[in-house]
């Protein structure tokens, strides 16, 4: 076993996540260790570490579920305290990192938030930093301290691989996840089509939409990052069955979900919907048709790497 730098591994849980720390916790064979978070009725957070984190090699385990921005706050705060007790080196473990889709100007006068919340985090005393599939690889620039942007594509891949899916298609439902889906489809070795989405004249509401590709007779992978209100996978799955698509099976990293996406998803003919747990989905919104892979074993094997200063690529076989 390669020798750390840092004392042992310690393991704080964030409110974002609980139950994919616990998994974590689980398959790295380390205890999370406890501290107490408490909500002021004004609506302040305040961390007490119930033990000392002197020297320790800390990792927080935070998605940021909603309430979104109490979940930001309450990693700041979080890297602060473990800073403050002197810890050896804190790494932030955000499966969901918020605001990774603000990550350029895309008209005049807008904030450019994904590269705030990189200055944030830094500023806040954060060592490193790991994620799960970024809406754009660019942000991983906005970073001046170290980090891991990892990919949830081989574990959804492995799965889409047991289906058998010999006749079938991957699509992306926009050209903006046409490099993702590129690289699905190499995986997967198959076919790649895309849904284009254009205005209509001066209409903001209204577009057009395009397939490129074949799905005729097929079954159709949709694929992508997220999925928020399940607009963009709305219109492709139903442009792919106009297209004559057979079966249609949904893949995506973040099951974000904001209103009215369960509700759009559950009227779709979609055969079913893959996702993962770097964000817990609410009892309320866990349709029939879901299955959620866990990206603990993905996250759990980079923090022993990172711990004991092994490569993270060699998993990849890169």
């Given at each position: 076993m390669p020798h750390s730098?840092?004392?042992?591994?310690?393991?704080?849980?964030?409110?974002?996540?609980?139950?994919?720390?616990?998994?974590?916790?689980?398959?790295?064979?380390?205890?999370?260790?406890?501290?107490?978070?408490?909500?002021?009725?004004?609506?302040?957070?305040?961390?007490?570490?119930?033990?000392?984190?002197?020297?320790?090699?800390?990792?927080?385990?935070?998605?940021?579920?909603?309430?979104?921005?109490?979940?930001?706050?309450?990693?700041?705060?979080?890297?602060?305290?473990?800073?403050?007790?002197?810890?050896?080196?804190?790494?932030?473990?955000?499966?969901?990192?918020?605001?990774?889709?603000?990550?350029?100007?895309?008209?005049?006068?807008?904030?450019?938030?994904?590269?705030?919340?990189?200055?944030?985090?830094?500023?806040?005393?954060?060592?490193?930093?790991?994620?799960?599939?970024?809406?754009?690889?660019?942000?991983?620039?906005?970073?001046?301290?170290?980090?891991?942007?990892?990919?949830?594509?081989?574990?959804?891949?492995?799965?889409?691989?047991?289906?058998n899916l010999d006749n079938a298609v991957v699509v992306t439902p926009d050209l903006g996840f046409a490099k993702g889906g590129r690289k699905y489809a190499d995986e997967l070795g198959l076919p790649l089509a895309f849904v284009e989405k254009r205005r209509l004249g001066n209409d903001l509401r209204r577009e057009a939409l395009t397939l490129i590709g074949d799905v005729d007779h097929k079954d159709v992978i949709i694929v992508d990052d997220l999925v928020d209100t399940a607009g963009s996978i709305s219109q492709a799955v139903k442009t792919v069955k106009k297209n004559g698509a057979r079966d249609v099976y949904v893949a995506f990293t973040h099951a974000v979900l904001s209103d009215p996406a369960a509700e759009r998803l559950r009227d779709l003919p979609i055969k079913e919907i893959i996702t993962t747990d770097t964000l817990p989905i609410p009892a309320e919104k866990m349709l029939p048709n879901i299955t959620v892979l866990s990206v603990s074993t993905l996250l759990g094997e980079v923090i022993l790497r990172s711990h004991e200063g092994r490569s993270v690529g060699e998993l990849f076989n890169e």
């Open positions: 730098n840092y004392n042992e591994i310690k393991l704080y849980a964030g409110s974002g996540c609980p139950e994919l720390a616990q998994k974590i916790s689980d398959y790295i064979n380390v205890p999370l260790s406890s501290w107490s978070i408490l909500d002021f009725p004004n609506e302040n957070i305040w961390i007490q570490l119930n033990g000392s984190a002197r020297g320790k090699d800390v990792y927080i385990i935070h998605s940021h579920n909603r309430p979104v921005h109490r979940n930001i706050m309450e990693t700041l705060i979080a890297i602060d305290c473990l800073k403050r007790d002197s810890a050896g080196r804190v790494t932030v473990v955000l499966p969901y990192l918020a605001y990774s889709q603000s990550d350029q100007k895309t008209m005049p006068r807008v904030p450019i938030t994904a590269r705030l919340m990189a200055d944030m985090l830094e500023v806040a005393g954060a060592d490193r930093w790991m994620t799960v599939d970024l809406h754009a690889g660019q942000i991983q620039g906005f970073y001046k301290i170290p980090g891991d942007s990892l990919t949830a594509r081989h574990l959804i891949s492995d799965y889409l691989k047991s289906k």
